[in-house]
């Protein structure tokens, strides 16, 4: 009875929104037991090859914010590769002779499943990645927006019928698929860099084997088991685990039998990858590293920049190859906006993705955590400020506080490589010219960002910027509707919106004469 009127009156002490907050926990917590024996029917712990689940245990797949194992996969190697190729090259004729409304219907069953397992998806998402379950829901609709999408893509893959040179002929121009196609994709977006790159191949009529990211492969063998409940026949679609990458990226970008190599990574990476495919001659996408600057004119609106900058920067704990690397901030505002950005940032709850109101979690593993901390050590060394943040979170493991810094410069690690994790590095410039100069001084072209109210300005700094994405007053740009991909070292081709379909077919002109 004491116990009973002692609750009672703690209950009667809080505020409206202490209770609030008391019973939004209480609600995620019992979300994310549901969610944890729901995500079982979606955790497969072998790799997925010619429609058959195979391979041993091999190694551990952790929880990003724990340590704690969550499953073991295989550690599948070259042999496994080349068993991989066989099965689609074996699928490949008859899956590219289905009529594209056949191949649609799939498609958008496998679309229409994903949606049905979001919240699943999302919880495997968080806890093999790292990053807070709101962002990794997000990932999960953005990426099923790409199946959505390229189903019915896959009905609108149309040819052309020229004018002719001569009075008596007839110039066509059909598409075909380009064959068995190799993805190798990255470990920060483990659901959407699936469905980006398989997607548009599936809807040309293209077989594919997709290599996942060794830190987060369970996202790649969890769509592939709904991508069999939707009537993917076997071998169209597989999905080779492994420890070390090496084996089984020489296999895919080597073997004949394989005509196309996307790949999503690093620069380095990238150009080796690249260089083994020339040996075949075979068609390649890479998306590859990014630099981004992210500019803000004195006459921005700056709490949309903040906002914008927020969005860029600290999005999945600044792990993205489009995030803002270098902020740079005219004069005049400059003052305004680091203070501005920088209690954005103090509002930022570092924790477990899995826990209520956490906004950063994680970064991948330790490696991650010390390339941060070699580049702010030679930024400060080199003249560079800290405002916040800096170092390791209190939490430990690979926990790192949300970071502002200024006085950034070229001669620093952080203005020439990504840093690629949650340190905003921001400079002043004073003149248009002066930014476009600053931006542009890089060998790398994916995403660049704008804030500015003077509309003359923004089509000036568009045609000017030597990057693939630009994004005018706004920190997020991505959709399954517009191509995404870089210039110079930021890669070759682009992926999303019809143009990323038209990546995985060939062309075939016939001239028919005698009519």
Not at 46 to 55: C, K, L, R, S
Not at 116 to 121: G, I, V
Not at 274 to 291: C, D, H
Request: proline share 4%.
């Amino acid at each position: 009875m004491f116990r009973r009127h002692a609750r009672l009156a703690r209950l009667r002490a809080w505020t409206a929104q202490e209770f609030a907050i008391r019973i939004k926990r209480a609600r995620f917590r019992s979300f994310a037991r549901r969610m944890d024996k729901k995500v079982i029917t979606l955790l497969k712990s072998q790799a997925y090859i010619d429609g058959t689940w195979t391979g041993a245990p091999g190694f551990a797949v952790l929880d990003k914010a724990t340590g704690a194992e969550i499953a073991r996969v295989p550690d599948l190697g070259a042999d496994e590769a080349r068993l991989a190729i066989t099965a689609a090259e074996r699928a490949f004729k008859p899956w590219a002779k289905l009529l594209a409304k056949e191949r649609a219907a799939i498609l958008r069953r496998w679309y229409e499943l994903i949606l049905d397992h979001a919240d699943e998806l999302a919880l495997l998402l968080t806890k093999e990645q790292g990053k807070p379950l709101t962002e990794a829901k997000g990932e999960v609709i953005y990426g099923a927006g790409f199946v959505g999408f390229n189903a019915e893509q896959a009905k609108r893959i149309y040819g052309e019928v020229i004018p002719s040179h001569k009075p008596d002929a007839r110039v066509m121009v059909t598409k075909y698929p380009v064959g068995v196609v190799a993805a190798i994709t990255p470990w920060n977006f483990p659901v959407a860099m699936i469905t980006r790159k398989v997607t548009p191949a599936l809807a040309a009529g293209c077989t594919i084997v997709v290599k996942p990211a060794e830190d987060t492969p369970l996202c790649a063998l969890a769509l592939a088991a709904l991508a069999e409940r939707a009537g993917v026949p076997k071998g169209v679609f597989n999905v080779v685990t492994c420890k070390d990458p090496v084996a089984v990226g020489k296999v895919l970008t080597t073997d004949s039998r394989v005509r196309m190599v996307t790949f999503t990574g690093s620069t380095e990476v990238g150009k080796i990858l690249m260089a083994q495919a020339s040996g075949t001659v075979k068609k390649i996408g890479l998306e590859l590293g990014g630099n981004a600057p992210l500019i803000v004119f004195d006459d921005a609106d700056i709490s949309r920049a903040v906002t914008g900058a927020m969005a860029s920067k600290f999005r999945n704990a600044g792990q993205t190859c489009v995030s803002a690397n270098r902020i740079l901030v005219q004069a005049g505002i400059f003052d305004a906006f680091v203070a501005a950005l920088t209690a954005e940032v103090a509002k930022h709850k570092v924790g477990a993705g899995v826990d209520a109101g956490v906004t950063q979690g994680p970064l991948i593993n330790l490696q991650a955590v010390e390339k941060v901390e070699a580049h702010l050590a030679d930024a400060i060394a080199k003249g560079a400020k800290v405002i916040a943040g800096g170092k390791r979170h209190k939490l430990g493991k690979t926990f790192f506080e949300p970071t502002v810094v200024t006085g950034i410069g070229r001669s620093m690690r952080m203005w020439n490589e990504e840093t690629f994790g949650p340190v905003a590095a921001i400079t002043r410039f004073a003149t248009d010219e002066e930014a476009i100069e600053l931006a542009n001084s890089t060998p790398f072209g994916l995403a660049a960002y704008v804030f500015t109210r003077d509309l003359a300005r923004t089509f000036r700094m568009s045609d000017a910027l030597d990057f693939g994405i630009i994004g005018i007053n706004e920190g997020l740009t991505s959709t399954e509707v517009a191509p995404f991909g870089g210039v110079k070292e930021s890669g070759l081709g682009r992926e999303g919106s019809h143009h990323g379909v038209e990546e995985f077919v060939e062309l075939k002109y016939t001239l028919i004469g005698g009519l």
